[in-house]
């Protein structure tokens, strides 16, 4: 895997199934997405719209929604406390603006209710902060010189990133639960399409977070069966 060498075991059960798994999802999801982008919500209403809907009849605090350059780049920052909105999303009164908008709100809700899977990101983030680079250094450490403790302390810090990526997926499997019950609850799910059409497009997003989760772990196993063959 390192220098010119790839490592068979590397190529065959880390990077080709993280390749197909990749592209699987990223297929799917543009697809979802791109479908329901061109079947417009029974409100007929735009992202920023859905937002302040769900802010007048809801229990959510009121909040700044802007528009973000780019596709796919919705988010909520709570730092800044705001939910950025992609174009598509801010400008189409459709189906995917409205479940996006409501994911994105489910976020919200999950750090104005002091949700447990928040604290528990937030409590891993300052440990997070230098993990990639410090995981990466003394793997490559540990391998070209052969330093066997190096190498578990790179696989150390890789598991803490695998252990976010993992958390990860629950926070957004969760924030789509929320954003569902918040359509609901105000009156925005009129019909089967709005129904199908969320779920469609909430569930492909979810998937990403899985793909992500399963390719550190394969990394992560692989990092592993290396030490163990060093040691």
């Given at each position: 895997m390192f220098g010119w060498y790839i490592d068979p075991v590397y190529f065959w059960y880390v990077f080709i199934p993280t390749m197909l798994i990749s592209i699987g999802v990223q297929v799917y999801l543009r697809s979802t997405f791109s479908k329901w982008s061109n079947v417009k919500n029974s409100s007929g209403i735009v992202g920023p719209q859905v937002a302040q809907q769900l802010f007048d009849r809801?229990?959510?605090?009121?909040?700044?929604?802007?528009?973000?350059?780019?596709?796919?780049?919705?988010?909520?920052?709570?730092?800044a406390n705001t939910v950025r909105l992609s174009d598509p999303v801010?400008?189409?009164?459709?189906?995917?603006?409205?479940?996006?908008?409501?994911?994105?709100?489910?976020?919200?809700?999950?750090?104005?209710?002091?949700?447990?899977?928040?604290?528990?990101?937030?409590?891993?983030?300052?440990?997070?902060?230098?993990?990639?680079t410090i995981s990466y250094i003394c793997i490559l450490m540990g391998l070209w010189w052969n330093m066997t403790g190096m190498l578990w302390l790179g696989i150390l810090f890789f598991g803490l990133m695998v252990l976010f990526s993992i958390l990860t997926l629950p926070i957004e499997i969760d924030a789509s639960r929320r954003g569902t019950k918040l359509l609901q609850e105000a009156g925005l799910m009129q019909n089967e399409n709005d129904a199908s059409g969320s779920r469609a497009v909430l569930?492909?997003?979810?998937?990403?977070?899985?793909?992500?989760?399963?390719?550190?772990?394969?990394q992560l196993l692989y990092y592993i069966s290396v030490a163990n063959r060093r040691s």
């Open positions: 809801t229990s959510l605090k009121p909040l700044r929604v802007e528009r973000i350059r780019g596709s796919m780049t919705d988010h909520f920052d709570p730092g801010a400008t189409q009164p459709s189906v995917a603006s409205m479940a996006v908008t409501a994911h994105e709100l489910g976020h919200v809700q999950q750090y104005q209710t002091g949700s447990g899977l928040i604290k528990m990101r937030g409590f891993l983030l300052p440990a997070l902060q230098f993990s990639p569930t492909a997003a979810a998937l990403t977070y899985l793909a992500a989760a399963v390719t550190s772990i394969l």
